[in-house]
């Protein structure tokens, strides 16, 4: 089993930034890809963006590109996210999740989840 902690979120305007970051215990970190989904009240869960192991290659989706950056420090265990330019729309429990395949867009490809922090983004 690996566990995962998110920490990070918070309350921000409009406009501001805040820096999510989630560490991991178990098996290896450097093993799993890790992505980030996210999910507001009464809504699906949503992909955000992933990283392969190594941090070579990331993916974002298309609403947060440009804004958000997704990287990664094996030797800490450690996966973080960079959200820039924040919307209301981003309102959400942001979660990270490891993935032992390819940091695929599907939540249904990862194994290990978060337990989740809370981001409120205000006008």
Not at 118 to 123: R, W
Request: aromatic share 12%; proline share 2%; with cysteine.
């Amino acid at each position: 089993q690996v566990q995962l902690v998110e920490s990070g979120g918070g309350l921000v305007q409009a406009g501001g930034s805040l820096r999510l970051s989630c560490t991991a215990s178990g098996r290896t970190f450097s093993s799993y890809a890790m992505g980030w989904f996210r999910q507001a009240p009464g809504k699906e869960r949503e992909f955000v963006a992933s990283i392969h192991r190594s941090g070579g290659s990331t993916y974002y989706a298309d609403s947060v590109t440009g804004r958000f950056t997704i990287s990664r420090d094996n030797a800490k265990n450690t996966v973080y996210l960079q959200m820039n330019s924040l919307k209301p729309e981003d309102t959400a429990v942001y979660y990270c999740a490891a993935d032992r395949g390819l940091a695929s867009r599907l939540d249904i490809h990862y194994d290990y989840w978060g337990q989740g922090t809370q981001v409120t983004v205000s006008s």
